[in-house]
């Protein structure tokens, strides 16, 4: 059971517009920056967004993080094929003094 | 460019110990601490922990005491995860994974991941 709760799925068509959650509590979301992570088949994840909504360097605009309370969304608009992917939230627990990731979201791009 | 770079796919039989190297380049090695990740066949992301690699003290999470020791190298900028009396569930995927210039928390680098199997 993760500390981070994520739809286990999502899917959407090219093109279109897909939302991912992730949600917390005031230990971890609620007082902490944080980060979304895209993992393709067989690789390692890739960061996407950092500190709520900084892209680094390289990620394209079609990715956009946000934070409201103890909750995070990761937004992909013009949904690609090459998205298909697990993406994962991550944030630090203040409480457990730990990194806590999401349970992982699959995305299927129909 | 940051580049964290680990070592090979291991197949060990339950019992046996393993190590499992990152060796880090494009960056001052002792400026970023290391965390280590496991990642479970079809399963999520789970934080093991993190190296301090300016003291060399290795902090680690609920789960991974006792068996699992966190190590370095600052000669040659690498970071070590070593796991001793292996077991079949210890099977995974770890991953090295440098902090960015917050501090502790979420990782912004990964290594490419070294598959450890435990099968007699």
Same mark, same amino acid.
């Given at each position: 059971q993760s500390v981070l709760t994520q739809p286990p799925s999502v899917s959407a068509a090219p093109g279109q517009k897909v939302t991912i959650s992730c949600s917390g509590s005031s230990s971890n979301i609620g007082n902490n920056y944080v980060s979304w992570y895209q993992q393709l088949p067989g690789t390692a994840p890739k960061l996407?967004?950092?500190?709520?909504n900084k892209r680094p360097s390289?990620?394209?605009?079609r990715f956009s993080g946000s934070k409201s309370g103890t909750s995070a969304t990761l937004g992909i608009t013009?949904?690609?094929?090459?998205?298909?992917a697990d993406y994962y939230c991550g944030t630090w627990d203040g409480s457990l003094n730990a990194v806590v990731f999401g349970g992982g979201t699959k995305l299927t791009v129909l | 460019q940051v580049q964290l770079v680990q070592s090979g796919s291991e197949l060990k039989k339950p019992g046996a110990s393993v190590k499992v190297s990152c060796k880090a380049s494009g960056?001052? &090695?002792?400026?970023y601490a290391m965390n280590w990740v496991r990642q479970a066949p079809g399963q999520g992301l789970e934080w093991m922990g993190w190296i301090?690699?300016?003291?060399?003290n290795p902090t680690y999470a609920q789960?991974?005491?006792?068996?699992f020791v966190f190590s370095l190298d600052i000669s040659v900028s690498t970071a070590y995860l070593q796991i001793s009396s292996?077991?079949?569930?210890?099977t995974a995927v770890y991953y090295c994974a440098r902090d960015g210039p917050?501090?502790?928390?979420?990782? &912004?680098y990964w290594g490419q991941g070294t598959l450890v199997t435990v099968s007699s």
């Open positions: 996407l967004i950092y500190d709520n390289g990620i394209p605009d013009g949904l690609q094929t090459g998205d298909e | 960056y001052t &090695f002792t400026n301090n690699t300016n003291t060399g789960g991974f005491t006792g068996r292996l077991k079949a569930e210890d917050g501090g502790i928390g979420p990782p &912004f």
